[in-house]
């Protein structure tokens, strides 16, 4: 296993909720910015969210803004994703991963999870 491990994908009907988790190990520094990105077929990776090491600040990408939410256990060194209101367009599959900085861009990202497969149907 690497340094982020995701969990929690699975199927759900449209309307539905999940919650995903992101456990990291210590490798992985508390002070780090985590994030949470989907990829779709056809589709280019996207930036789904993302939280800083204090949890203070979170962005969202438009499409889940106020059905997604982000925040971070800094005990556990966990970071979950709670998904609600569920699309057929959030089928993908969710990555978390970590980096330095709070605006890195999708290649600033150092570590990146295995990745955890949602699927919504209708």
């Known amino acids: 296993q690497g340094p982020l491990v995701e969990s929690g994908g699975g199927l759900v009907q449209a309307g539905g909720s999940l919650r995903l988790s992101c456990a990291a190990s210590g490798r992985i520094l508390s002070t780090y910015t985590w994030g949470w990105f989907r990829h779709s077929l056809g589709k280019e990776r996207e930036f789904v969210s993302n939280i800083n090491w204090s949890g203070g600040r979170t962005r969202y990408a438009e499409s889940v803004k106020g059905r997604f939410t982000i925040w971070r256990d800094i005990a556990t060194n966990t970071v979950y994703l709670e998904m609600k209101n569920l699309t057929l367009e959030d089928t993908a599959v969710y990555y978390c991963?970590?980096?330095?900085?709070?605006?890195?861009?999708?290649?600033?990202?150092?570590?990146w999870g295995q990745g955890t497969e949602v699927t919504v149907f209708s």
């Open positions: 991963a970590a980096t330095p900085e709070f605006d890195s861009g999708v290649g600033e990202y150092d570590y």
